[in-house]
């Protein structure tokens, strides 16, 4: 451990976050980091505990080394905790911005667990900085051909795993960028865009090779001796409303990518908020970051209508530690919302009635309805909005159905191509990330990508799966 007192003394300290008006003004990152002495006291807060459950099933699900590296941390040995973390960890620099920190809360310390997240991207964010991370190309290659389609959280992660293993690797996007969700479905302030390029052009030095604007097919997939499918579970859930192709009506996904095109290529979106009266359907990442975003491109006013009850403030009973407390959180793009309106945008408990379009059937104003505890509809409690932009981040109901058609395969209830809880489909196939599992975090994506490599490698080396 990093030091005998650890926690008793010394408080949790969170990376600090930047003020919420003066971050609306830009793009940039949210958070304020740390210097050094500081980081290693938070690291120091970590005791070894005999049972870590931050590195358990709980926890992290790529079992991070979290004690080893904590402790290296606090005892000033950055470059060698910076190995233990690589060891499980191959992007910490996405996880350490993106990931809810499942670890922190499955602490012994609960609440006031470690600050692993702002220590991880400390450890990473050194290791660029000082040269330490280098592009680190297998040393022989074993003459297999693999093909990974997609390459978003999984789709990066398989890549990784099955180059270093010596196999020759090259991932087909069908976007203009790689980087899947990384790119276009998390916004630049969440995660800065040039962060994923950095880490593109490490892989593509250690031989990975990156073929973009291609939908992959049987066709072009042909001379591979496997493929990995990770295309993600991007097909959005709709609503059951009249004028459903109304103009102004977007889903949440396809507006946050138009808006990160238009940050990139610097002009402006094809759908913005600008002056626009925003109203946000659905809770969770998605809908948050379209509140952020609606809010940066000047929208006249946001409103977050959530179909659930409001959470309660503590665990509720059947939720003890260390499982992942289901209680009401506050993120930056609510916070950001009540920064400049005073008050928290979400609405609980509603949802959409319908919409009422002008004679160009462009959306003018919403009409919302209650629910009861059942989830039916109160009568009488009926409310109209203004709206110009509507947003459906209602969730993900599988995967795309042009690839699963396209490689004839079937996919389950729930849109997922998976057989008998197996990566392997079959044949030369195989699925990982949010396409096997449906739609999950970014880090379960990492972890499912990397085991998806260990059954490809099996395969390759002709070993039992």
């Not at 809770?283 to 946001?302: E, F, H, I, K």
């Amino acid at each position: 451990m990093g030091s005998a007192t650890g926690y008793p003394a010394c408080p949790r300290l969170n990376n600090a976050d930047r003020d919420a008006r003066e971050r609306l003004r830009d793009w940039e990152g949210l958070h304020i980091p740390q210097p050094e002495p500081r980081r290693r006291e938070q690291a120091g807060r970590c005791m070894n505990c005999g049972v870590p459950f931050c590195q358990s099933g709980f926890g992290c699900p790529l079992h991070n080394l979290i004690p080893e590296w904590n402790g290296l941390i606090a005892a000033g040995q950055d470059r060698e905790a910076l190995e233990r973390l690589l060891m499980t960890a191959p992007f910490p620099e996405f996880t350490g911005r993106v990931c809810p920190a499942l670890c922190e809360k499955a602490c012994n310390l609960a609440d006031e667990g470690v600050t692993d997240r702002d220590n991880e991207l400390y450890l990473i964010e050194t290791g660029f900085e000082k040269g330490w991370v280098v592009p680190r190309p297998p040393l022989c290659r074993t003459g297999k051909q693999v093909a990974v389609v997609g390459s978003g959280p999984s789709g990066l992660a398989a890549a990784d795993l099955l180059n270093r293993m010596g196999h020759s690797v090259t991932v087909m996007e069908r976007a203009d960028r790689p980087g899947g969700l990384l790119m276009y479905g998390i916004p630049n302030m969440k995660l800065e865009k040039s962060v994923v390029a950095r880490r593109i052009a490490l892989m593509e030095a250690e031989g990975i090779r990156f073929q973009l604007d291609t939908e992959a097919g049987p066709d072009n997939t042909a001379g591979f001796d496997a493929v990995v499918l990770c295309g993600g579970a991007r097909k959005p859930r709709g609503l059951d409303i009249a004028h459903r192709d109304a103009e102004g009506l977007y889903f949440a996904v396809d507006y946050l990518t138009a808006a990160t095109r238009g940050i990139l290529s610097g002009t402006a979106p094809d759908v913005s908020a600008e002056g626009r009266h925003v109203v946000v359907v659905g809770g969770g990442d998605t809908g948050n970051d379209g509140v952020a975003t609606a809010l940066r491109q000047g929208c006249a006013s946001v409103i977050q209508l959530e179909m659930m009850p409001e959470p309660p403030y503590r665990r509720p009973e059947g939720n003890p530690w260390p499982q992942w407390p289901r209680v009401k959180r506050t993120d930056y793009g609510q916070m950001e919302a009540a920064a400049v309106t005073g008050r928290d945008p979400r609405v609980y408990g509603t949802t959409v009635k319908g919409v009422t379009v002008d004679g160009m059937n462009r959306i003018t104003a919403l009409e919302t309805v209650s629910l009861d505890e059942r989830h039916m509809p109160v009568p009488g409690s009926e409310k109209i909005l203004p709206c110009g932009l509507m947003l459906i981040a209602a969730g993900f109901i599988g995967c795309d159905e042009g690839t699963e058609r396209s490689f004839g395969l079937a996919a389950d209830g729930r849109g997922r191509l998976m057989k008998d809880g197996s990566h392997h489909l079959g044949g030369r196939l195989f699925s990982a990330g949010d396409m096997r599992t449906g739609q999950s975090l970014v880090v379960r994506a990492i972890a499912d990508g990397r085991a998806a490599a260990g059954e490809v490698d099996d395969f390759l080396r002709g070993e039992k799966i």
